[in-house]
């Protein structure tokens, strides 16, 4: 088992920048991939960045490159997402997964272990 935790979100204006954290414990960090995946109200969960196990290759979400960064340190067995130029469309509550699978996959059925979610609200 894992266990994930998130922690960071909030209310914010558009243009603002947070950072969330995604805390595991349990089995080893390092042996799994990890992604963030949002879900706005009325949505689909979508995945949103994707990172492998030591951190070298990431995916990301078109609606989000270029403004949010992945990242993950395996002695903290912590990862992150640091979301900067916050738009009203980043609505969402986040979630962070971990995935045993090989690579980054890019849907929510190939990762085992979910946390809680965290709430993002951009305001205009």
């Known amino acids: 088992q894992v266990q994930l935790v998130e922690s960071g979100g909030g209310l914010v204006q558009a243009g603002d920048s947070l950072t969330l954290s995604c805390a595991a414990s349990g089995r080893t960090f390092s042996n799994y991939a990890m992604a963030w995946f949002s879900q706005g109200p009325g949505k689909a969960r979508e995945i949103v960045a994707g990172?492998?196990?030591?951190?070298?290759?990431?995916y990301y979400n078109d609606s989000v490159r270029g403004r949010f960064t992945i990242s993950r340190d395996n002695a903290k067995n912590t990862a992150y997402l640091r979301m900067n130029n916050l738009k009203p469309e980043d609505t969402a509550v986040y979630f962070c997964?971990?995935?045993?699978?090989?690579?980054?996959?890019?849907?929510?059925?190939?990762?085992?272990?979910w946390g809680q979610g965290t709430q993002v609200t951009v305001s205009s």
């Open positions: 997964a971990a995935s045993s699978q090989i690579g980054i996959r890019t849907h929510a059925p190939f990762y085992e272990y």
């Open positions: 990172i492998n196990t030591d951190g070298r290759a990431t």
